[in-house]
T-cell receptor, first 114, second 114 residues
Framework: DADVTQTPRNRITKTGKRIMLECSQT?????MYWYRQDPGLGLQLIYY???????NKGEISDGYSVSRQAQAKFSLSLESAIPNQTALYFC?????????????FGPGTRLTVL | GDSVTQMEGPVTLSEEAFLTINCTYT??????LFWYVQYPGEGLQLLLK?????DKGSNKGFEATYRKETTSFHLEKGSVQVSDSAVYFC?????????????FGKGTKLSVKP
């Protein structure tokens, strides 16, 4: 089984709808991250969490919210989806500081907002 | 702020050709540097890293040397294979307000033809 899983893998929705993307990990890592990937723009950090009680905004948090339900679960919500949120979303985990410890990525969720 | 600049892609090579993907960075202090690879349909995975000047990271035939004098971390491989076709991301560990999170370049797509 994969260490970092994301559901759903693909989602098509309409403008204004609320969407939740879920991430689960079995690596026992405290740190979890949500990234967005757009063609030609690389990865941009949306939110990150160092433990269940610690949530931090990344560089592009506007329009997104997160919930850390447990050490192993980190959900990303789009309260009212808009077309420019169409992108590939990745969840990642690490054992410690991202620069000192390898980040492990999930397979991604492809979201299309019509 | 801290940033990473990669050469524009896509890069198309024939099997057994020599590969270089350029990466330069801007950062305060002495960042750690990374190359991540994303195979089609998958999340990113760490390819190699270097944590101080003149360090060489290597893995799967790929190499990159941390050059402080030129602020570069170019990725090289002497003989590419079709299975190396992927998107390659250069990244650095940020300091300060980003609490050690990774900053990614925009990615370079490599296609290797048989």
């Amino acid at each position: 089984d994969a260490d970092v899983t994301q559901t759903p893998r693909n989602r098509i929705t309409k403008t204004g709808k609320r969407i939740m993307l879920e991430c689960s990990q079995t690596k026992g890592h405290d740190r979890m991250y949500w990234y967005r990937q757009d063609p030609g723009l690389g990865l941009q950090l949306i939110y990150y969490s160092f433990d269940v009680k610690d949530i931090n905004k990344g560089e592009i948090s506007d329009g997104y919210s997160v919930s850390r339900q447990a050490q192993a679960k980190f959900s990303l919500s789009l309260e009212s989806a808009i077309p420019n949120q169409t992108a590939l979303y990745f969840c990642a985990t690490s054992a410690g500081l991202a620069g000192l410890h390898e980040q492990f990525f999930g397979p991604g969720t492809r979201l299309t907002v019509l | 702020g801290d940033s990473v600049t990669q050469m524009e892609g896509p890069v198309t090579l024939s099997e057994e050709a020599f590969l270089t993907i350029n990466c330069t960075y801007t950062a305060t202090g002495y960042p750690s540097l990374f190359w991540y690879v994303q195979y089609p349909g998958e999340g990113l995975q760490l390819l190699l890293k270097a944590t101080k000047a003149d360090d060489k990271g290597s893995n799967k035939g790929f190499e990159a040397t941390y050059r402080k004098e030129t602020t570069s971390f170019h990725l090289e491989k002497g003989s590419v294979q079709v299975s190396d076709s992927a998107v390659y991301f250069c990244a650095l560990r940020a300091y300060g307000g980003s609490q050690g999170n990774l900053i990614f370049g925009k990615g370079t797509k490599l296609s290797v033809k048989p």
